[in-house]
């Protein structure tokens, strides 16, 4: 689109159009999996007695009317939804269900911080979160924090790493390097400082 229509168009609607891009590349992000403790609401279309708002149950399984043991965990919520509807198939012509994902509250869905913060906390996980959004919402770094040994310990593929983060540096001086883009489950450890 050429600078004069763009200007025709407006300030805000052109905007817009400049965001689309953007907004096309976050719908290939990886999809939510369901942990113990989400809770979900199962919508199935044209059957109210059928939707229902259920807790994933530890073991994994949530109960829905027709199916009292849908394993759930681990799953995207869409292949949940496809699950349902196999099930339903066999008491309902042609069932369209959604689930929807109403309160995160899984380990695959927290991030959590501990140790020489304001205030430690597990906090709910939101795509493009970083290392900075966890400590602001920490309350920042504590007085004897050792913000530059700070690390966040992730979990991939059953196995355990620790990725070295410079915190002080990102807060105090301002080194986007040490912005870290955090995954679901990650930890972050920000230890005392040594006298």
């Not at 069932?95 to 501990?114: A, E, G, L, Y």
């Amino acid at each position: 689109m050429n600078c004069k229509r763009m200007k025709f168009l407006g300030p805000t609607l052109a905007l817009l159009l400049a965001l689309v891009p953007v907004a096309a590349q976050s719908d290939t992000a990886a999809d939510y999996l369901i942990g113990p403790g989400d809770m979900l609401q199962v919508f199935v279309w044209r059957n109210p007695d059928l939707t229902v708002t259920v807790p994933v149950r530890p073991d994994g399984k949530i109960s829905t009317p027709l199916d009292e043991d849908m394993p759930a965990v681990g799953k995207t919520p869409a292949a949940l939804a496809r699950d349902i509807e196999q099930v339903l198939a066999e008491y309902v012509k042609s069932p369209r269900v959604n689930v929807i994902v109403t309160q995160p509250v899984s380990n695959f869905s927290q991030v959590k911080v501990i140790g020489q913060v304001m205030k430690p906390q597990s906090m709910a996980y939101r795509e493009g979160m970083t290392v900075l959004d966890v400590v602001l919402a920490s309350g920042g770094l504590a007085q004897f924090a050792a913000g530059n040994r700070a690390k966040v310990v992730r979990t991939e593929a059953g196995k355990t790493r620790e990725i070295r983060v410079h915190l002080a540096a990102l807060v105090n001086n301002g080194d986007m390097s040490q912005n870290l883009e955090l995954k679901p489950g990650d930890v972050v450890v920000v230890p005392e400082s040594r006298f």
